[in-house]
């Protein structure tokens, strides 16, 4: 497998195989990120920044081999946003109790004091908060990730060659 192409090079066609391979990588590497971020520190989910180039390059790649535009990526980064809220606010009251209380008390200063105080009040508790629900926000990154990787890996390859490239045979190019 050739990392350079697959996470790097945002030209070219790439087919399901390859595409869950490096999906099921670039998976791994956000968990571990999100993992120490939600129990060592908040401030080392900076490091998911730099995965977001080798997603694009992917996700690019796999939308050129079904003939469309990789600006498309877009829309499964809405659709990744958007599952995972879902299932934040779905998972929280019960794998996180507490940081669902936690939410709660929030919500309660937020009508008692306002917006600002609520904010306030929440940075100060921030690293509290991402370790008490740690395990909701892993659940909802593997199931909305999951979901939206599946969608990408679904899509069919265009069999004829179009702008990107030469169809792919369901192998990753090698260079020498």
Known sequence: MDFRFLFLEPQGRLAPRPFARGFIL????????TVLSSVA???LGILQYALVFPYVCLFGKRLHDA???????L??????????MVFQMMFLPVLSPAA????LEMQAVM???????????????????ARLAAV???????IASGLT?????????????????PPTNNTAPTFP
């Not at 829309?75 to 995972?84: A, E, K, P, Q």
């Open 26 to 33: 670039l998976t791994g590497a956000m968990m571990v990120v």
């Open 41 to 43: 520190s908040p401030g």
């Open 67 to 73: 003939g469309l535009s990789a600006w498309l990526w």
């Open 75 to 84: 829309g499964f980064l809405l659709g990744y946003g958007f599952l995972s």
């Open 100 to 103: 669902f209380q936690v939410q």
């Open 111 to 129: 009508a008692a004091q306002g917006m600002s105080a609520a904010f306030e009040s929440l940075s100060e508790r921030a690293p509290e908060y």
């Open 136 to 142: 909701t926000t892993i659940a909802s990154f593997l």
């Open 149 to 165: 990787g599946y969608a990408a890996f679904r899509m069919r390859s265009d069999p004829k060659a179009n702008r990107h490239g």
